[in-house]
């Protein structure tokens, strides 16, 4: 029984979750919703080198970082934000998978009508693509989500009956 619980609280694999997510990624080169770890980072260094310069000689592109983000610090690490919305925090790919994660499993392996709400309250970049890639992962959602075959189940005795009909013609 205890190995059976074990397997029920098994999550999505990760490895395949970032190998599916990178091939987006890729894909999607140059897309803000999809920030590497490194990007990420480069970005903030780039709000913050903009926002020292306290408006004075701004080039178009710090322009556009501060029209767009943010940094905030939350515990020991900077955040990448929303210009004007620090409530929800941009991740990066590294960290998509643990951020979905954490919501799933708060939902107690719930779909996305149950997940996508948390995320947007938290979250400025996690896509309803990476969580229906998260998803289709999910053994235990999968199976949660299997319709039920009620009413394929034939009734033996009709088969009997029909069975002696047909012997007696
Ligand atoms: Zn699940």
Redesign the pocket.
């Known amino acids: 029984m205890a190995e059976m619980a074990d397997l029920a609280e098994l ?2 694999n990760r490895a395949k979750f970032e190998e599916r997510l990178l091939a987006i990624t890729t894909k999607k080169a140059g897309n803000a919703k999809y920030l590497s770890e490194e990007k990420y980072l480069e970005v903030i260094k780039e709000v913050k080198g903009a926002l020292e310069k306290e408006g004075k000689g701004l080039i178009k592109k710090e322009r556009d970082r501060l029209k767009k983000y943010a940094a905030k610090t939350m515990g020991a690490e900077e955040y990448l934000v929303k210009h004007g919305d620090h409530k929800n925090y941009f991740v990066n790919n590294e960290r998509m998978y643990d951020a979905l994660l954490e919501v ?1 499993l708060q939902v107690s ?1 719930g779909g996305k009508n149950r997940m996508l709400p948390i995320i947007r309250k938290k979250y400025s970049n996690v896509s309803q693509e990476a969580t229906f890639l998260f998803l289709s992962l ?1 053994g ?2 999968l199976a949660k989500k299997k319709p039920k075959k009620r009413g394929i189940v034939v009734k033996p005795l009709v088969f009997e009956e029909m069975n002696q009909r047909c012997q007696v013609d």
């Open positions: 999550p999505p799933h392996h999910c235990i959602y």
